[in-house]
């Protein structure tokens, strides 16, 4: 009977004991009160919400000990033992924000970054496609960004007051050998890839990672797409040829096969030309690429691609004083692999490599010249989290490249070659004092067999956050790159040429608008130079060249002022001089002019289905070297200004229909003047102006892609 | 004696899980009714405040996590401009759907949840986000059909998704009406499994209807 009792007795006591009333604030350091934090006993269904001034009250009719918790989105959780008797209990929390990468400052001197990422971009992968004027070139694109000069009779980077062989590119962290078509001298390039192959861009236009050397002024990082999400089938019609692509998906991996075929014969015979092609550019080319998911978190990727391309084109040589053939074959191999996985809880290792094959084959006048590159790239890299505002990543990396050039005239053949192995590793550290700053340091050494030389390169930048929408980063590193092939295949007795970077950039981005400033200064030292002698004497090449580049850019992106539009400014202001190659002297390099000027404009018209887009370039006269006078480059080219547009129809949501015109308004362009290399008679060096291809370029297509369900269109791939 | 003694045990233990189980209902129960009178996005968080401290006492019941993220889905769509705060939102919503996901994967309504949180995450950026986004929500909704074509939260979903995409291309969503009409008609068919599973879009569909006349 006893027991009964005391059964009941603890069943009203508990019934009976006293509730405990719990109250107090939250409030965060930085942003004062907390409404809307939640507040409540672990484990039970007690608690409450802090109201708009941050207090909470509530009760609970729970004895004993319990964890109080105290959450809210974007801070540390807060938690504190408390013991419920019925006493009143008073808390005041002060919360402190969590950390986390994805919203902390983020280091931008110098970088444009693109990608799927969620946070906001400065230019997108899909902008980079539908920019008009790019045609859907990546490199094309990258020219409507601060910093770049185009240079209309090459078509490849020239940034900063750098060279284009300052500048490198690496897809999946594996190094591009051969990132452009080849084409004639003094005609445009484009790049080999795709720009729909990758999901996100960056762009660095000075002081980039430790992790990448062998670049003087810039590098481009691609990342190739991860998984697609279905079956499909891609055709493309242009009016330069057609294009199939087919995806396959199984449960844990995909592959894509792509095969194509441009002839521009068709369209040049519409289109007026000003170059005489005796066989207009065509070429055949192929792609694979396959990914595979590994275990939980491992991604296998390889893309391969084949491309074989020639032409014959009629150019005037004024040695000779008649018009020559010059026919070109090329043909390009390239094979890119990576493979990314966790490694425990902390470690990232990742592990890329390339191989390219690529042989040119020219023929003019009766005479050839051959030129191959066998190149091969192995990276790997290890990044650890100490913790969370520590990471340490470290690399080791073997570049080898062989390059055989053959000259094979009537009476003579010359073989000139070379191989080098360049050894490197870096190590680097990002440290976060607070989601305000940032700090990255790094260092990288490098040792060539070829040269015999090494060099070791400190890199660093840092990055501070000003308030919500504005921040200010600085970067500063020495960046080695070994001298030109067309030297290399003769001498080995160059060091490494070094360019020292200094960078301020400042950067405030509020809802879709973004204004970036960016100021700079790259000294340029340890340039190769060739001397008085034979070209072919390894002793007539030296270091002695220098320069510098100095200047600012200007970038306005916004996508909120005018609904269903979006446009950004470019402008860059560009001081540079250097001495190298064959100079005389400190001169203005031929790339580089004093203003260049850019603006994109693209709008939506969704009645229309429609997403055209226009875009101007101005960049301000360049310099070119005319041996009949006595100064050295100091002739100067027309400014040149491009206006081009384009359409994107939405015919139906799996069919596109896309034109585009570049130079539209037909402003006049030209590229300098070409020289004979010795005087005629009367001791006059004859000359040819450098025009573009034709006055005008238009292009029209159709994309159609076929899925089981039959809407999925190709809009990111609009060209 | 003894015998007493333990079956009374048993019985104040059992009292103890079954007096849990009915806090949880009671719990549930106040927070689902509290819906009716959520208006701003402090009060959708406030009640997700509720929900993911019902799923921390609960750990076993997808439900409490289902209605988490059901909540900062809601309040990501509230959201009138800020991408940032948009995305913070649904991150938060990601990680209680993929817990569902792995705790119920024969449940229609959550994969009809996943496909509306993939859409808000097209909403933030239609313009670069429409490919990818557009494509996982079609997706999450073919299999919350696949498991159960009468659910009628997948079909709300997906007719939203149709008119979303329809408006975006220039095409008349309108085109959409008859069968939103006929979702709103055949709504209460579908019975939900419990008082607490989900049971709610029947005004988003009469809205719709009520904006085709």
């Known amino acids: 009977m006893k027991i009964y009792s005391l059964i009941i007795f603890l069943l009203l006591g508990s019934g009976l004991s006293a509730q405990t009333a719990i109250s107090g604030t939250v409030r965060s350091q930085k942003d004062g009160s907390l409404p809307g934090a939640s507040i409540y006993l672990k484990g039970t269904y007690d608690g409450v919400s802090s109201d708009a001034s941050g207090h909470f009250h509530f009760k609970t009719l729970k004895t004993g000990n319990y964890t109080l918790v105290v959450d809210f989105l974007g801070y540390e959780p807060f938690s504190t033992e408390v013991i419920l008797n019925g006493k009143s209990i008073q808390l005041d929390v002060e919360l402190k924000e969590t950390f986390s990468k994805l919203d902390a400052v983020t280091i ?114 691609l990342s190739t797409n991860d998984m697609p999400s279905q079956d499909q089938l891609d055709l493309s019609f242009m009016s330069i040829g057609p294009e199939i692509a087919a995806t396959k998906l199984w449960k844990t991996g995909a592959v894509t096969a792509t095969l194509g075929y441009n002839n521009l014969g068709p369209y040049m015979n519409l289109a007026p030309q000003n170059y005489d092609w005796k066989q207009a550019p065509e070429s055949t080319f192929g792609a694979i690429s396959f990914r595979q998911k590994t275990g939980k978190t491992g991604m296998f990727k390889v893309y391969s691609s084949f491309d074989d391309g020639n032409f014959t084109l009629a150019q005037l040589d004024l040695n000779q004083e008649k018009m020559i053939d010059y026919g070109l074959d090329n043909r390009n191999f390239f094979i890119n692999t990576s493979y990314k996985t966790n490694a425990g809880e902390n470690w990232i290792l990742t592990t890329s490599s390339s191989f390219t094959r690529d042989q ?91 040269l015999q030389r090494s060099n070791l390169a400190p890199r660093l930048t840092a990055a501070w956050k000003l308030d919500q929408n504005s921040q200010l980063s600085v970067a500063y590193g020495w960046f080695y790159q070994d001298p030109s092939d067309d030297y290399l295949v003769y001498t080995h007795l160059l060091n490494y040429e070094r360019a020292d970077h200094y960078i301020i950039s400042y950067q405030v981005s509020k809802s879709d608008r973004t204004l970036r400033i960016e100021i700079y200064d790259k000294e340029y030292s340890k340039l190769a130079k060739q001397s008085q002698g034979a070209f072919y004497i390894p002793e007539s090449y030296n270091n002695s060249g220098s320069g510098y580049a100095r200047g600012f850019d200007l970038f306005l992106r916004d996508k909120k002022s005018i609904k269903n539009g979006d446009y950004w400014i470019s402008y860059s202001c560009l001081d540079t001089r250097r001495n190298y190659r064959n100079y005389p002297e400190m001169a203005i390099p031929t790339f580089a002019s004093r203003h260049n000027f850019s603006i994109v404009y693209k709008h939506w018209f969704g009645k229309l289905r429609s997403y055209p887009g226009v875009n101007y370039r101005y960049s301000s006269p360049r310099v070119y070297n005319n041996p009949n006078s006595s100064t050295f480059n100091n002739e100067h080219t027309l400014a040149y200004q491009s206006l081009d547009i384009s359409w994107s129809f939405l015919y139906k949501p799996n069919v596109i229909i896309y034109g585009a015109v570049t130079n539209l308004p037909g402003f006049k362009q030209e590229f300098g003047q070409r020289f004979s290399d010795n005087p005629d008679g009367n001791g006059i060096y004859r000359s040819t102006t450098l025009i573009p291809g034709s006055r005008r370029f238009y292009i029209l297509a159709c994309f159609v892609t076929l899925t089981r369900k039959g809407n999925e269109n190709q809009l990111d791939k609009i060209q | 004696m003894r015998t007493t003694l333990i079956s009374l045990t048993f019985l104040l233990v059992s009292f103890a899980g079954m007096s849990q189980k009915n806090e949880y209902y009671k719990a549930m129960g106040e927070s689902l009714g509290q819906y009716a009178t959520c208006r701003t996005i402090e009060d959708f968080q406030s009640l997700g405040n509720k929900f993911s401290m019902i799923a921390d006492a609960e750990k076993g019941e997808w439900l409490p996590l ?19 705060k948009k995305d913070d939102y649904l991150d938060v919503a990601e990680k209680s759907i993929n817990k569902t996901v792995e705790m119920a994967p024969g449940e229609s309504d959550i994969f009809a949840l996943q496909a509306m949180f993939y859409s808000a995450r097209l909403v933030v950026n ?37 008119m979303g995409s329809a408006q975006f291309y220039g095409k008349d969503p309108k085109d959409f009406c008859g069968e939103a009409k006929a979702l709103l008609t055949g709504w209460d068919e579908f019975k939900p499994k419990s008082a607490l599973h989900p049971n709610w879009g029947k005004q988003q569909v009469a809205e719709i209807v009520g904006s085709c006349n």
């Open chain 1, 108 to 221: 931008t001197a110098g970088t444009f970054e693109a990608g799927d990422k969620k946070q906001a971009n400065t230019i997108s992968s899909l902008d980079m496609i539908t920019t008009a004027g790019a045609n859907g070139d990546v490199f094309g694109a990258l020219q409507t960004l601060p910093g770049t000069t185009p240079n209309g009779e090459s078509g490849r980077l020239f940034v900063k007051g750098g060279d284009s062989e300052e500048s490198q590119t690496y897809i999946d962290g594996a190094y591009v050998q051969t990132p452009y078509n080849s084409t004639a001298p003094n005609t445009a390039t484009r790049g080999r890839f795709n720009p729909f192959m990758f999901k996100g861009t960056i762009f660095s236009t000075g002081g980039y990672s430790a992790e990448y050397g062998q670049a003087l002024s810039s590098v481009l990082l």
């Open chain 1, 360 to 450: 040119d084959n020219v023929q003019f006048d009766g005479n050839s010249f051959k030129k191959s590159l066998n190149g091969f790239h192995l990276k790997q890299v290890a990044a650890r989290e100490l913790s969370r505002k520590i990471t340490i990543r470290a690399g080791a990396e073997w570049l080898t490249k062989s390059i055989q050039q053959t000259y094979h005239s009537t009476e003579d053949t010359f073989i000139n070659k070379y191989t080098n192995n360049t050894l490197a590793a870096f190590i680097e550290g990002e440290l976060y004092a607070s989601k305000r700053f940032v700090a990255r340091i790094g260092a990288r050494v490098e040792y060539s067999d070829y």
């Open chain 2, 66 to 84: 289902y209605y988490h993220a059901q909540c900062y889905t809601i309040m990501s769509f509230m959201e009138p401009s800020d991408a940032k």
């Open chain 2, 126 to 162: 239609p313009m670069e986000r429409g490919q990818k986004y557009g494509m996982l929500s079609g997706q999450a909704v073919g299999r919350a059909l696949g498991i159960d074509p009468t659910n009628p939260r997948a079909k709300l979903i997906k007719l939203q998704n149709d």
